[in-house]
């Protein structure tokens, strides 16, 4: 079972350019959600779906957009980086949005923006 | 805005038992309590869940007291390989539960010492 798969694992960008980390699940679950996380921040909710077609804001959601065209995929985009959104963004999903699931997390990317 | 309170880190040695207490004075009455663990360069991984009272896996027992105010993640005999950020999860901040928003706190460091 491959579970959540985030692509790429590293990327350095310049600051200005845009890019878009791939996040993709095969277990059909209804809700995934993007986190990032900073030296001492903890995660922090970055956009979530709680199905295709649906998303919404987290605690963090300036500079990133998000879609969910299909129930397997939720790219992260980010239009124009900046310095500051250097840090390790993990993708998570789950059955459904409540709180009795377990959330399945990808293994991170790595972005430096420099 | 955070809905849990953890200690930001803890020490222990090898073969004792650490508990690790989470604060979450607003939970929400369907709201569960789980924790994840999360080792370097890696994802968060679930560790064990709970609504009230007790529960025991393999690796962990949780204690939730009948407010459900706040939790005790307890880990038994720990060795080397518990070194880890330790995250409890309640849910959304603001609402009254289930709207997908899943908020992390800061986690707890443990550093398990020969």
């Known amino acids: 079972n491959a579970g959540v798969t985030q692509t790429p694992k590293f990327q350095v960008l310049k600051t200005g350019q845009s890019m878009t980390l791939q996040c993709a699940q095969d277990?059909?679950?209804?809700?995934m959600s993007w986190y990032r996380q900073d030296p001492g921040m903890g995660l922090r909710l970055i956009h979530y779906?709680?199905?295709?077609?649906?998303?919404d804001q987290g605690e963090v959601p300036n500079g990133y957009n998000v879609s969910r065209s299909t129930t397997e995929d939720f790219p992260l985009r980010l239009l124009s980086a900046a310095p500051s959104q250097t840090s390790v963004y993990f993708c998570?999903?789950?059955?459904?949005?409540?709180?009795?699931?377990?959330?399945?997390f990808g293994s991170g990317t790595q972005l430096s923006v420099l | 805005l955070a809905k849990t309170t953890q200690p930001i880190s803890m020490d222990s040695y090898e073969g004792q038992e650490v508990n690790i207490t989470c604060s979450h004075n607003?939970?929400?009455?369907?709201?569960?309590i789980t924790w994840y663990q999360q080792f370097p360069s890696q994802g968060p991984r679930f560790i064990i869940q709970?609504?009230?009272t007790k529960v025991t896996n393999e690796v962990a027992s949780l204690f939730i007291p009948a407010d459900r105010k706040s939790s005790t993640l307890s880990l038994p005999r720990v060795s080397l390989s518990d070194t880890a950020v330790y995250y409890c999860?309640?849910?959304?901040?603001?609402?009254?539960?289930?709207?997908?928003?899943?908020?992390f706190g800061q986690g707890t460091t443990l550093q398990v010492k020969p």
């Open positions: 998570a999903s789950s059955w459904t949005k409540t709180t009795n699931e377990k959330l399945f």
């Open positions: 277990m059909n679950h209804e809700y």
């Open positions: 779906s709680v199905g295709a077609g649906i998303t």
């Open positions: 607003n939970i929400a009455t369907n709201d569960y």
């Open positions: 709970g609504y009230k």
């Open positions: 999860l309640v849910g959304d901040p603001h609402g009254s539960g289930n709207t997908g928003k899943l908020i």
